[in-house]
């Protein structure tokens, strides 16, 4: 069970970080 776990929490972590970063960059453009 371990490996798919951590692949899924990779997965969710690496998504959740780009949309962090898109957001950042339009903040950062909006100012």
């Keep these: 069970m371990g490996e798919w ?3 899924a929490i990779i997965n969710l972590f690496g998504s959740l970080g780009i949309n962090f970063g898109t957001n950042l ?3 950062g453009h909006n100012e």
Aim: no cysteine; hydrophobic share 65%.
């Design 25 to 27: 960059l339009k903040l």
């Design 5 to 7: 776990v951590i692949g």
